[in-house]
């Protein structure tokens, strides 16, 4: 089976910092990143990264946010700095495979930011 297992989430005050970790498992994932879903808001690409290395970020979250991966343990890593409040939402790790034919998610994990 595949899994998501994502970890990190928490509460953090507006400059600080936070690091988000998902560990895939079930397959091997070319395609892995982070979106996020805010009240009221759809669900939005922060971040993604291949396995060559090739990363791509939403223009709200560049010069911030940090993605990285490590291939061997299909886990990928969201460097969160200088968090806003705006970054509140609920963060979902995403995994593509060609093999397996498709995108997984994880179940999500809470990042509130205070003001």
């Known amino acids: 089976q595949v899994q998501l297992v994502e970890s990190g989430g928490g509460l953090v005050q507006a400059g600080g910092s936070l690091r988000l970790s998902c560990a895939a498992s079930?397959?091997?994932?070319?395609?892995m990143g982070w979106y996020r879903q805010a009240p009221g808001k759809q669900r939005a690409l922060v971040a993604t990264?291949?396995?060559?290395?090739?990363?791509n970020y939403a223009d709200s979250v560049k010069d911030r946010f940090l993605i990285s991966r490590d291939n061997a343990k299909n886990t990928v890593y969201l460097q969160m700095n200088s968090l806003k409040p705006e970054d509140t939402a609920v963060y979902y790790c995403n995994a593509y495979s060609g093999y397996l034919g498709g995108d997984y998610w994880g179940q999500g994990t809470q990042v509130t930011v205070s003001s």
């Open positions: 990264i291949t396995t060559g290395g090739s990363t």
């Open positions: 079930g397959g091997f994932f070319t395609i």
